[in-house]
């Protein structure tokens, strides 16, 4: 008959065999879930990768017309700051006269 000893023994045994068995099950599931995943970001980051390389390509139709009107627009802006700037300068030299007048 088996002393109480080595049944302990051998539940011990059988205990710490069935967790090494069960951590080498979990890690080499670990292992080949985080190969697919790896995999799968790869071919995920090339997909993005191909997006920004077309888009960086990409250039829009009507570009020069934009330049185009980007000058005139600058142009325009120039000449409302002289106009603003004699009109200005027109009050300032009416102020004095206006001030004299009388008003209603």
Same mark, same amino acid.
């Not at 000449?79 to 102020?95: E, K, P, S, Y």
């Given at each position: 008959? #088996?002393?109480?000893?080595?049944? /302990?023994?051998?539940?011990?045994? =059988? /205990?710490?065999?069935?967790?090494?068995? +069960?951590?080498?099950?979990?890690?080499?599931?670990?292992?080949?879930?985080? &190969?697919?995943?790896?995999?799968? #970001?790869?071919?995920?980051? *090339?997909?993005?990768?191909?997006? +920004?390389?077309?888009?960086?390509?990409?250039?829009? &139709?009507?570009? *020069?017309? +934009?330049?185009?009107?980007?000058?005139? #627009?600058?142009?325009?802006?120039? &000449?409302?700051? =002289? +106009?603003?700037?004699?009109?200005?300068? =027109?009050?300032?030299?009416?102020?004095?006269? #206006?001030?004299?007048?009388?008003?209603?």
């Amino acid at each position: 008959m #088996l002393s109480l000893v080595t049944v /302990a023994l051998l539940v011990g045994f =059988v /205990a710490v065999a069935g967790s090494l068995a +069960l951590v080498v099950m979990r890690s080499y599931e670990l292992w080949r879930t985080s &190969r697919a995943f790896f995999r799968a #970001l790869g071919e995920a980051n *090339d997909a993005i990768t191909a997006s +920004l390389e077309r888009l960086s390509a990409f250039e829009p &139709r009507g570009l *020069d017309r +934009l330049s185009a009107s980007t000058a005139r #627009l600058e142009a325009s802006r120039a &000449r409302l700051g =002289v +106009l603003t700037g004699a009109l200005g300068r =027109v009050r300032g030299q009416w102020a004095g006269l #206006l001030g004299v007048y009388p008003r209603k």
